[in-house]
């Protein structure tokens, strides 16, 4: 599921970044990309409950965004 959510959020922010000229830095994508990467490695091995105490609810979170 998440990996066509990102294909599908992928594709759409590249058609509308050429449709509408927008122009961003690839240094900037690359990061964002990266720290997404590491973020939701770190949330599948359960790194956050063991360093911080808590875990992210991505189910409670999608619940709040659908509303």
């Given at each position: 599921?998440?990996v066509s ?17 927008v122009a ?44």
């Open positions: 599921m998440y959510l990102f294909a599908i959020g992928h594709s759409t922010t590249m058609l509308l970044g050429v449709w509408t000229g961003v830095s690839s240094y900037l994508i690359d990061a964002v990309t990266g720290l997404s990467m590491v973020y939701k490695a770190l949330d599948n091995l359960g790194a956050f409950q063991g360093w911080f105490g808590w875990q992210p609810d991505i189910r409670r979170e999608a619940r709040r965004c659908s509303r």
